[in-house]
């Protein structure tokens, strides 16, 4: 049986500092009645919150109920892009991974906020979830995908697809659409990076194949990108290597020595003695 999963990617117009809950619902709608064969949709970082942290709320709370019920109405996996998580006095940049049962089936909170401009706390758990008889998910915010690391452990713990909500404002969106092919290169897994238009980005989402053909790539305006992944794609991909060449997992596995760097802290590496403080910006734009 193959492993086919529909992806719908909603790269929405974002409106900032205000909730942004019930435009989402009427994307939403849209993809209900248009494209009825998707099974997982995924919105870009902090969309529903307009990127405003004075909105930031408890988890769970009634605007996710809204995609909840949505999700248990339509029996589909929903990602509603991240929240401003409030928890006590913290505030996370959360995404929250619901079931087509109406649940919170995962929750992950950004690892690597962009500093200094992000005030956000930030996470330090990494999230994967399964999708039963399909195959298995991990969800990275952001600025996370900057960091091999990061999607390195997701596939380490077995993930074969890698959900990317951002909310990319800025001109290094193009270093980000490498950095997607990249990964999924690295990785040999799929890489699903949706970012906002407006106030929450400058477009381009972008659709991975695990060897880092772009599928699709997104333009600047509102868009609803669809796609059916085939997850056997990653085994085949895995076992048989890249373009039917590198078989870099295999040849992981293989290695017997240990990497020095993840073993002595990476705070003791040598480049960091000649790097200088976090410089403090002011504004971007």
């Known amino acids: 049986m193959s492993r086919y999963v529909g992806i719908a990617g909603v790269q929405m117009e974002v409106v900032p500092e205000v909730d942004n809950s019930e435009a989402a619902l009427e994307l939403l709608k849209t993809v209900a009645s248009s494209f009825p064969w998707v099974d997982l949709v995924l919105f870009s970082e902090l969309c529903i919150h307009g990127l405003n942290p004075a909105l930031k709320e408890p988890i769970p709370n009634p605007t996710i109920e809204k ?11 929903l990602i509603p892009g991240s929240f401003f998580e409030e928890e006590g006095k ?3 940049n ?59 452990t997701l596939t380490w713990m077995g ?16 270093q980000e659409l490498v950095l997607s092919q990249a990964q999924a290169i690295f990785n040999q897994v799929y890489f699903l990076s949706v970012n906002g238009v407006g106030a929450g980005g400058v477009g381009k989402s972008i659709f991975v ?3 880092g053909h772009g599928l699709q790539i997104a333009g600047e305006r509102e868009t609803i990108l669809t796609e059916v992944i085939d ?23 293989s290695y017997r020595k240990k ?6 802290g990476v705070h003791r590496g040598k480049i960091f003695e000649s790097l200088g403080d976090l ?3 002011r504004k971007i734009g």
């Open 67 to 77: 995609f909840c019920g949505w999700a248990r109405k339509e029996k589909k996996w």
């Open 90 to 92: 913290k505030v996370f």
């Open 94 to 152: 959360t995404a929250v991974v619901i079931s087509p049962q109406g649940k919170i089936a995962a929750k992950y909170r950004k690892i690597f906020p962009w500093r200094p401009l992000e005030k956000t706390d930030a996470g330090d758990s990494f999230c994967v979830f399964d999708i039963p008889g399909k195959g298995r998910f991990g969800l990275c915010i952001c600025y996370d995908q900057w960091f091999p690391e990061i999607v390195r």
């Open 159 to 174: 993930a074969e697809a890698i959900l990317h909500p951002t909310a990319t404002t800025t001109s290094d969106r193009a």
């Open 209 to 211: 194949d695990p060897e």
């Open 231 to 253: 997850l056997d794609a990653v085994q085949r991909v895995r076992e048989y290597g890249t373009l039917g060449l590198s078989q870099l997992w295999k040849d992981l596995r």
């Open 259 to 264: 990497f020095p760097i993840y073993h002595q």
């Open 279 to 281: 410089k403090q910006h």
